[in-house]
């Protein structure tokens, strides 16, 4: 059950549910301060820290994008950017409209995104990441014993790293993702192949937009919903920290 995966729409509050589940594996108590929100103004690294990653299944995909249009993938992770139009060079001419459309950042996106899940392959980027979903290498003193590297000759295992005493452990551990951007049925799908968690954040601060990638999974069922709708409330932070701590200590993630 190394998986966790989030699904909401835009300004549900996916990223700060993966920001607090960070948190929560490395802290006892749950963040109370938006502040937590940036690890270096909190002061605490807990994004490094924490044994669970942030992991996208839109990651190769704004990559391609960020690389297409001249800007960093960070950028493109900030709302105000995917909303900003680009240049006139990206305008688009409709047969029924008398002047250029307008191209935003998250059309290319959406377009890009969708366009390659159709021509080419319904999981091109499911098979993509979770191409990356792999054992990794666990060390010797992690187990408390060696095994020589000769064994591993001639092996799949040949060529991994050594500790310092000269040996390897066979790669038994798979990594604990946090995926923030389960959008389509087919994802959802792949995670629960998995045994993955699957969590819906819902919030009366959505920003709704038609598109299959904001739909798609408007009546799925997942194993856990958050009601975020505490904007207003100045215990905000706490009740979602609850909220969130209560599935971790439920999924025995934390105790």
Known sequence: MPIIAISGKIHSGKDTVAKIIQYLTVQNEPPFSDKFCNPAEFGLDYVENSPWKIAKFAGKLKEFVAD???????????????????????????????????????????????????????????????????????????????????????????????????????PTKLPNWIITDLRYENEKRRIEEYNGITIRVNSDRCQYIDSPSETSLDKAQFKYVIENNYSDDPNSMKILSEKVKQILLAEKIIK
Not at 101 to 129: A, Q, T
């Open 68 to 170: 297409m249009i001249g800007c960093s993938v960070e950028d493109l992770e900030k709302q105000e950017v995917k909303s900003s139009n680009l240049t006139s060079q990206w305008d688009r001419y409709l047969p029924n409209l008398d002047r250029p459309e307008k191209m935003k950042v998250r059309d290319v996106l959406i377009g890009v995104g969708n366009g390659l899940r159709d021509s080419v392959h319904p999981d091109i980027w499911v098979n993509y990441l979770f191409k990356q979903y792999r054992l990794s290498p666990t060390k010797c003193h992690e187990i408390g014993k060696c095994l020589e590297t000769e064994s591993f000759k001639g092996t799949e295992h040949e060529g991994i790293d050594m500790c310092e005493d000269g040996c390897v452990a066979f």
